[in-house]
């Protein structure tokens, strides 16, 4: 089976902090995406990458970035957490290549709240 | 552009009723169309994909649905609710074709099953 895992269940952390979040995937997944996920607004994505080291921002990147330095790794980075941050953060890969279907596998997710 | 909408943010039904979440997208290509479901406080589970073969798809949990292109629809089904379906579930697309794995999520519709 497909196993992505997330760092953290639940995250509290102070406006200002510089806040990590890891997703690491165990199927040799050439995609990662983060999204975050907020009631009646579904999931928006924020970065995805295709490739070790690629990134590309999604729907809303602002305030937050991205680093792929494994394969199997895809860390979401928010270097000065604010309030409007708080939000469920989920993280899915997907193997690529012409002929897949696309279907993306997801993590628990991560509540992270900001106070 | 691609698009999807899913029509409810709130479905209820009692439990032995047909669940009825409706699905319709936008794209000018064959799209994959999939359904996901989320427990709370869960990451999303995949219920069911459609990467076109057959147009009535089955999935897990006793679900279906149904790729309708002239409606442009993909309807989920299940004859009879029962109380553990009560969750949300999102309808998604992604590009035929294309070598890379982004999908477009509606914004969710959750599901009640009342006793």
């Known amino acids: 089976d497909v196993k992505v895992t997330q760092s953290s269940r639940y995250l509290v952390k102070r406006t200002g902090e510089k806040v990590f979040l890891e997703c690491v995937q165990d199927?040799?997944?050439?995609?990662m995406f983060w999204y975050r996920q907020d009631p009646g607004l579904g999931l928006r994505l924020i970065y995805f990458?295709?490739?070790?080291?690629?990134?590309e921002k999604g729907d809303i990147p602002e305030g937050y970035s991205v680093s792929r330095e494994k394969k199997e790794r895809f860390s979401l980075i928010l270097e000065s957490a604010s309030t409007n941050q708080t939000s469920m953060y989920l993280c899915?890969?997907?193997?690529?290549?012409?002929?897949?279907?696309?279907?993306?596998?997801f993590g628990p997710g991560t509540r992270l709240t900001v106070t | 552009a691609q698009s999807v909408t899913q029509l409810g943010s709130h479905v209820s039904v009692s439990e032995g009723a047909l669940v009825l979440l409706r699905c319709n997208y936008s794209?000018?290509?064959?799209?994959?169309l999939f359904w996901y479901v989320q427990y709370p406080n869960q990451g999303l589970q995949l219920l069911l994909k459609?990467?076109?073969?057959?147009?009535l798809v089955k999935g897990i949990n006793g679900f279906e649905a149904e790729f309708k292109k002239s409606e442009t629809s993909f309807h989920l089904t299940k004859p009879s609710a029962h109380m553990s379906d009560a969750a949300e579930y999102f309808c998604?697309?992604?590009?035929?074709?294309?070598?890379?794995?982004?999908?477009?999520f509606g914004k969710g519709t959750k599901l009640s099953v009342k006793p």
């Open positions: 899915a890969s997907s193997p690529s290549g012409a002929g897949g279907s696309y279907e993306q596998y």
């Open positions: 990458s295709y490739d070790v080291k690629m990134k």
């Open positions: 459609y990467t076109s073969a057959a147009t």
């Open positions: 998604a697309v992604s590009f035929y074709g294309g070598s890379q794995g982004n999908l477009i």
């Open positions: 794209s000018s290509v064959p799209p994959y």
């Open positions: 199927m040799d997944h050439e995609n």
